[in-house]
Structure formats: C-alpha cells, structure tokens
C-alpha cells in the first residue's frame, strides 16, 4: 500500500507504491470493472487467500469498495475500484509531494521549479 517511507524507486508504475498483488487487483478491476474475489482470481492467476486478504487492505485503504449480493441463497461480495488509474497516481503524486514539502520546505520547492523548468 502506498506508504511513502516504502516507496521502491527501482519499480515502475503502479508497484513503486503498491506490492505487485495489489496492482495486479487493481489493474484488473481498472480493466473490467467491478469484480467478484473468484473472478479476480481467474483474472490475475492470484491465488483465492491471497485476494481475498488484499482486497480487505485495499477497501480499508479507500482505494476499493465492497458491496454484498445474494446469490442462489448466497452471500458473495463484489469490489470495484473507487478511483481511476489517474485518480489514484494523481492522489499518490499529491501525497508524495506534500510529504516533501513538509520535510524540506522550501527546498522541495526550489526542486519542483528546476525539475519544471527541465520538461
């Protein structure tokens, strides 16, 4: 989950902040929408435990949402992401910025005008 004192530069996308599981989830639920844990789990070749664990993280996280169906007299829960892919790496980008100019102040600052200036 994204913590900003974990995040892993060596990663590309969306694994610098969240492990590997988790995007695979949330990649798959970006792509078909919402989803039961047993079609997330034909999805991404996760297995059922390991799902089912990380979406509990993800909706405690705010970054899924579960909702109960009843279905031939059983209960099964479907997810579905809360925000987009950009939504979510505009939060995380937000995050991560605030966190370095609370830590730096100005400096960051200073930073984010030379690294704007580059592009």
Do not use: H
């Not at 844990?37 to 705010?62: H, M, Q, Y």
């Not at 997810?79 to 991560?96: D, F, M, Q």
């Not at 400096?107 to 030379?114: D, G, H, Q, R």
Request: glycine share 6%; charged share 25%.
């Amino acid at each position: 989950m994204v913590k900003l004192d974990q995040i892993n530069i060596s990663n590309d996308g969306l694994t610098k902040f969240f492990s590997p599981i988790e995007a695979a989830i949330l990649r798959a639920l970006w792509s078909e929408g919402e989803m039961t844990t047993s079609e997330l789990t034909g999805k991404t070749n996760i297995p059922l435990t390991s799902v089912a664990g990380t979406l509990d993280r993800l909706v405690k996280a705010g970054y899924t949402t579960r909702r109960t169906e009843m279905v031939n007299g059983r209960v099964r829960y479907v997810y579905e992401p809360v925000l987009s892919e950009e939504e979510a790496a505009s939060e995380i980008t937000t995050k991560i910025l605030d966190s370095l100019v609370q830590a730096f102040g100005p400096l960051a600052v200073e930073n984010f005008s030379k690294y704007s200036d580059k592009k």
